[in-house]
């Protein structure tokens, strides 16, 4: 089993453009969840999905979309990227809400 | 959500103990959690309590949680230098997004020779 993957590990983007970042599990776990980590600020929830079919915002959802795709994947876009959103992107599942997370390597994403 | 508080930095002796701490806001948390974090990698469960225990004990780690207080520490008895990371504390409840952790910023724990 591979876990939490995530795609890419590393971008650089300039001012306005868009991407999409690619998470997957392979856990049949039910909740899926995207948090960026900026020094000094810990983990920050962007948006979480409780089951596939259902999304809902977190503390920072600002400036991101996402999209449960099926039970396994769930991404997150970037439409119109912008400095403030360099940080680095950790993609989570977990059977349900209050059991063990289990994270991606994380997404290290620079705009510039 | 409300901010998880912990101490930015630690630094110990190889084969001393660790005492890391935090500080928790909700009362009605109910899985208490610490996360390990390795140089570029992602976040790793160490150990959870649960909210109507007082300690948890597993190998080199241990677990106080005084609910009166809202405090959690996590003990590393016979530091080791690949102990060295980041360490976070997340509460779960009900009264979070329903389904997330709130976590700490993450204490920075550096083991010397």
């Known amino acids: 089993n591979a876990g939490v993957t995530q795609t890419p590990k590393f971008q650089v983007l300039k001012t306005g453009q868009s991407m999409t970042l690619q998470c997957a599990q392979d856990?049949?776990?039910?909740?899926m969840y995207w948090y960026r980590q900026d020094p000094g600020m810990g983990l920050r929830l962007i948006y979480y999905?409780?089951?596939?079919?259902?999304?809902d915002k977190g503390e920072v959802p600002n400036g991101y979309n996402v999209s449960r795709l099926n039970k396994r994947e769930f991404s997150l876009r970037l439409e119109s990227a912008a400095p403030s959103q360099t940080s680095v992107y950790f993609c989570a599942s977990s059977q349900r809400g209050a059991n063990e997370q289990f994270f991606g390597p994380g997404t290290r994403l620079t705009v510039l | 959500g409300e901010d998880v508080e912990q101490s930015l930095f630690l630094s110990v002796r190889e084969g001393d103990s660790s005492v890391i701490n935090c500080t928790y806001t909700?009362?009605?948390?109910?899985?208490l959690y610490w996360y390990k974090q390795e140089p570029g990698a992602g976040l790793q469960l160490l150990t959870y309590?649960?909210?109507?225990?007082d300690m948890k004990q597993d190998q080199r780690l241990t677990v106080l949680l005084n609910k009166k207080d809202k405090h959690l520490s996590l003990r590393i008895a016979d530091t080791q230098t690949g102990d060295s990371a980041i360490y976070f504390c997340a509460e779960f409840s009900n009264s979070n997004s329903g389904y997330a952790l709130n976590f700490g910023k993450g204490t920075s724990l550096l083991v010397t020779p």
């Open positions: 856990m049949n776990h039910n909740s």
């Open positions: 909700d009362s009605s948390s109910t899985y």
């Open positions: 309590i649960f909210s109507n225990m």
């Open positions: 999905s409780a089951s596939e079919g259902t999304t």
